[in-house]
């Protein structure tokens, strides 16, 4: 079924090096695209979204790109500090009958090694 | 702004007991609330849409008679657990949206409530 979906469960970088996550998606009527990170026994937190006619976003240390082609999603964090070791999550905003709903993908785990 | 926040932060409770989780928005009114499960090293899975004032939308295989959602004013909505066994134990998340505040299809999160079932 369509769904969103992330390539690598965990993922595991130094200190200072910039981390990559990555993420699949399967329906191209999804209009936005968000990135959240939730962080142990918290809610998830947002940390970016891009619509779909755009390719590249960037935040403070964040970029999230968007390659609709291969209907691929990434999210770049730079200078990875130990506090951003969470899960990350993507997601899809789509239309489902009158109302935009909201589907999470599977999640990867950053873990930043000191 | 826009925070939401969820009461309790944690429950235990007996199998067969019910237990109510609290989801309200602070500083917002907010027309649409969601209800989330998320078990451990899992995604979030969407339960249900409440409307304030209307039934709540139940999302395939989830009981609406089990789960009971009221979403009685633009600022509270309340999941119900009714019968609870130990399969139902999870962390259960709610949103917020507000159409008001930009962008309008953004989901504000509370921080969650573990639900314990012994």
């Known amino acids: 079924g369509e769904s969103v979906g992330l390539h690598l469960p965990t993922l595991s970088v130094q200190e200072g090096d910039n981390s990559i996550i990555n993420c699949a998606y399967s329906n191209s009527a999804s209009d936005y695209f968000i990135w959240y990170k939730q962080e142990s026994g918290k809610g998830p937190q947002f940390i970016i979204d891009i619509r779909s006619n755009m390719d590249k976003r960037q935040g403070q240390r964040v970029t999230v790109l968007l390659n609709k082609t291969v209907k691929h999603l990434s999210l770049q964090i730079a200078a990875t500090q130990p506090g951003d070791s969470a899960v990350y999550f993507c997601a899809e905003i789509r239309y489902s009958g009158s109302a935009r709903q909201l589907t999470f993908g599977s999640g990867t785990q950053l873990t930043v090694l000191p | 702004g826009a925070v939401v926040s969820q009461h309790p932060s944690w429950v235990i409770c007996k199998s067969g007991t019910s237990v109510k989780i609290e989801c309200r928005s602070l500083d917002f009114q907010a027309t649409t609330m969601f209800w989330y499960r998320q078990f451990p090293k899992q995604s979030l899975m969407l339960m249900a849409t409440?409307?304030?004032?209307?039934?709540?939308?139940?999302e395939q295989g989830v009981e609406k008679d089990k789960f009971l959602i009221n979403h009685a004013s633009l600022t509270l909505s309340t999941l119900t657990v009714t019968s609870a066994h130990p399969e139902d134990s999870s962390f259960y998340i709610c949103?917020?949206?507000?159409?008001?505040?930009?962008?309008?299809?953004?989901?504000?999160f509370g921080p969650g409530t573990r639900l314990t079932v012994t």
């Open positions: 409440s409307n304030e004032g209307s039934k709540a939308t139940y």
């Open positions: 949103s917020a949206r507000a159409p008001t505040l930009y962008p309008s299809y953004e989901q504000y």
